[in-house]
């Protein structure tokens, strides 16, 4: 059964920084991102990377502020997020899926598993 727990989330303030972690278990996994969803919005892709290889995507806002990665031997990933502004406001998801795919990383519709989510607030 694939379990995804997020941890990591909390207030700062715009120009501060947070790491999200996401421990993972159940499967296997080939690829991992980190949605989010900001209230009255769509939820979006932020950052993908391929577990083997550690190839990575990034949504043109984080890119240059958000880091992802992830640790194999803690099936462990993590999103560094630096500079953080007002927008990026959210409830932030990580997503998995055993099974890789060619295109369409930050597409919701791609991921197979979802973790319960954990909130980042930024005032200004």
């Known amino acids: 059964q694939a379990q995804l727990m997020e941890s990591g989330g909390g207030s700062v303030q715009a120009g501060g920084s947070l790491r999200l972690s996401c421990v993972t278990s159940?499967?296997?996994?080939?690829?991992l991102a980190w949605f989010r969803q900001a209230p009255g919005k769509q939820r979006e892709g932020v950052a993908a990377i391929y577990t083997s290889g550690g190839d990575t995507w990034y949504a043109d806002s984080a890119k240059g502020r958000f880091t992802i990665a992830h640790d194999n031997a803690k099936d462990t990933l993590y999103l560094q997020m630096t500079r953080l502004k007002p927008e990026d406001t959210a409830l932030y998801f990580c997503?998995?899926?055993?099974?890789?795919?060619?295109?369409?990383?930050?597409?919701?519709?791609?991921?197979?598993?979802w973790g319960q989510g954990t909130q980042v607030t930024v005032s200004s």
């Open positions: 159940g499967y296997r996994y080939s690829r």
């Open positions: 997503a998995a899926d055993p099974s890789p795919i060619d295109s369409g990383l930050l597409q919701e519709r791609a991921w197979k598993y």
